[in-house]
């Protein structure tokens, strides 16, 4: 059964800083592109940031460009996103998402973790 | 805004049919690129519903399909139930963002 597991999401102060982790489990985890995606209180989805299964190919969304960063480990099984310079209107919950197939960038995302929520408040 | 407009709400009575529309433009659905379709139940994640643009992953109903015509896709239910109220979204790529869009989101009420 494949799983995504996030976590790391806490309360943190503005213009600080945030890790988190999504543990993969289920499936070959190297051989799957992967993303973040977010959705603020109340509102609809946004893709955050893209990491490709091979050649290390990584995007970010305009909104986190230069502030947050995407990293995976295959050998833990894991995806991470460092997220520095945190401002309130990062504050989401936070969901890693599986790449289940597309080309030419109509991917689809077929599995979601539960999703990890981080607050940025002073 | 989200770069997908869809309607913020749809409604029907149990048993009916209803449809969700999802506009893009020429930088996205019109130029090609899949739409796919999510339903999010009330405090749980998004779970993958369509993809490109009429496929059913295993294990989803038939009540649910997708279409696909210039630059708008939509959403078909038929033979509604009360546990299909939820949030639905479309998504899609879009060319000149360079990133993944989602619609605003839909949310169905079966009266």
């Known amino acids: 059964e494949v799983q995504l597991v996030e976590s790391g999401g806490i309360l943190v102060q503005p213009g600080g800083s945030l890790r988190l982790s999504c543990a993969a489990s289920?499936?070959?985890?190297?051989?799957?592109?992967m993303i973040w995606v977010r959705q603020a209180p109340g509102k609809g989805l946004e893709w955050v940031s893209y990491f490709s299964s091979r050649n290390d190919i990584i995007f970010y969304a305009d909104s986190v460009k230069g502030r947050f960063t995407i990293s995976r480990d295959n050998d833990k099984k894991s995806l991470y996103l460092q997220m520095d310079s945190l401002r309130a209107e990062d504050t989401a919950v936070y969901y890693c998402?599986?790449?289940?197939?597309?080309?030419?960038?109509?991917?689809?995302?077929?599995?979601w973790g539960q999703g990890t929520l981080v607050t940025v408040s002073s | 805004q989200p770069v997908l407009t869809q309607p913020p709400s749809v409604s029907g009575a149990p048993g009916q049919r209803v449809t969700i529309s999802c506009t893009g433009s020429s930088s996205n659905i019109g130029a090609g690129y899949d739409v796919h379709w999510y339903l999010q139940l009330p405090g749980t994640a998004p779970k993958l519903l369509i993809y490109a643009n009429t496929n059913r992953p295993s294990g989803v109903p038939d009540r649910f399909s997708g279409s696909k015509s210039g630059t708008s896709a939509s959403l078909a239910i038929t033979g509604l139930q009360t546990e299909d109220e939820a949030d639905f979204y479309c998504?899609?790529?879009?060319?000149?963002?360079?990133?993944?869009?989602f619609g605003g989101g839909t949310k169905l009420t079966v009266l």
């Open positions: 289920g499936f070959v985890f190297s051989s799957y592109s």
């Open positions: 998504q899609s790529y879009d060319s000149s963002l360079s990133a993944w869009v």
């Open positions: 998402a599986r790449i289940g197939g597309g080309y030419g960038g109509s991917y689809y995302f077929d599995y």
